[in-house]
């Protein structure tokens, strides 16, 4: 597909390799569309619409929402759940399956969705996302239950984000590759800027939250010592690092010039009974196929993220993504 290409032409012709194809996958993905531009609109304009600060209000999570928290997973809603394209939704900021009213019509798939990734962020403008993941909705039922979402990242049909930064991005994969998509704020639409994204298999740069050190496990301890040791140290050569601490920053960071972003199972987490800090449906799994699908890897240190079957629609992993030798690197260091 030649660069420059809108993503809803991309879309359609994505959806001509697919048999059978109604058409319905590409208004499923308008509406994302929509959805991400009208949250891109809300965040560039921050103060100015009142939409900064926290909510006063806590997720299942237990974490402050904040007022963007709330009002980009309303925007999903209202953008996704009239016109036919799905089932039901999941996202981060609702305990529950969001069922679509009685006389909505229904439609083939389940989307689950971080509506605002990097939430910290929004108030010192630093960039911040949406993450979404696509699974096929089990035919026939008008209300999917939450056991219908607990499918394996291998199932996703689509997933992808949106990167609200300098400039604000659609990154996707339908399992042909990852693609890259720039909004022109003039025209209102992402066009094609990066087709077919490679990974570089190699790297020299890092992110971690360094703040949690003194809890990591010892693979993790043992691959970020040798990192620091620079190249007098086992790994012969220097290693930058980087946290913006907004996942979806960090992944296009990864697409875009290589790297590892890693949050780890540590003894803190452990500590409160948690799986991880990241949520498997609505973060691992979306990135997980999105990495691969541009030559990288991500495992939770021991396993492939998406072989995971999940067990909740809120479940945390743990992350380790990026360049395919050093996410192998590591998962070799947790197997002994
Ligand atoms: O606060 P920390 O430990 O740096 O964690 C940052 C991580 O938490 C997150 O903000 C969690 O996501 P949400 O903002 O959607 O809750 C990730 O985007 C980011 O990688
Ligand atoms: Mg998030
Ligand atoms: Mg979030």
Not at 44 to 66: C, H, M, P, R, Y
Not at 94 to 110: C, F, I, N, Q, T
Request: hydrophobic share 40%; proline share 4%.
């Amino acid at each position: 597909m030649h660069i420059g290409t809108t993503l809803t032409n991309f879309i359609i012709e994505t959806q001509r390799q697919f048999e059978g194809a109604t058409g319905e996958f590409t208004g499923l993905l308008n509406d994302i569309a929509v959805a991400c531009k009208k949250i891109s609109d809300l965040v560039n304009k921050g103060d100015l619409v009142g939409v900064l600060g926290t909510a006063g209000s806590e997720n299942i999570q237990g974490e402050q929402q904040k007022k963007l928290d709330i009002i980009s997973n309303e925007i999903f809603i209202e953008a996704l759940a009239h016109n036919g394209h799905v089932a039901a939704l999941a996202s981060e900021e609702m305990d529950e399956v969001h069922h679509l009213s009685d006389h909505a019509p229904r439609g083939k798939y389940l989307v689950l969705f971080d509506p605002l990734d990097g939430s910290s962020n929004i108030d010192v403008n630093v960039s911040v996302g949406t993450i979404f993941s696509i699974l096929k909705a089990p035919p026939g039922v008008k209300n999917p239950v939450r056991e219908d979402f607990l499918k394996p990242g291998t199932e996703q049909v689509a997933a992808g984000y949106c990167l609200y930064g300098p400039s604000t991005m659609m990154v996707l994969t339908t399992g042909r590759g990852t693609n890259m998509f720039t909004l022109d704020r003039d025209f209102g639409e992402f066009l094609l800027t990066h087709s077919n994204v490679q990974i570089p298999e190699d790297t020299q740069e890092f992110a971690i939250n360094t703040s949690n050190m003194r809890f990591w496990e010892p693979p993790v301890k043992r691959y970020i010592d040798e990192c620091l040791a620079g190249r007098d140290g086992p790994r012969g050569k220097d290693f930058n690092m980087r946290w913006i601490a907004s996942m979806v920053a960090e992944v296009h960071r990864i697409l875009t010039r290589g790297g590892i972003f890693m949050y780890p199972m540590d003894t803190k987490i452990q500590a409160k009974g948690q799986g991880g800090k990241l949520r498997l449906m609505y973060e691992a799994n979306p990135m997980g196929f999105i990495i691969e699908q541009a030559g990288g890897a991500a495992t939770t240190g021991r396993a492939r993220i998406m072989s995971l079957n999940p067990e909740d629609i809120h479940q945390r992993v743990p992350v380790v993504l990026g360049s395919r030798n050093e996410v192998e690197r590591i998962t070799r260091y947790h197997h002994g």
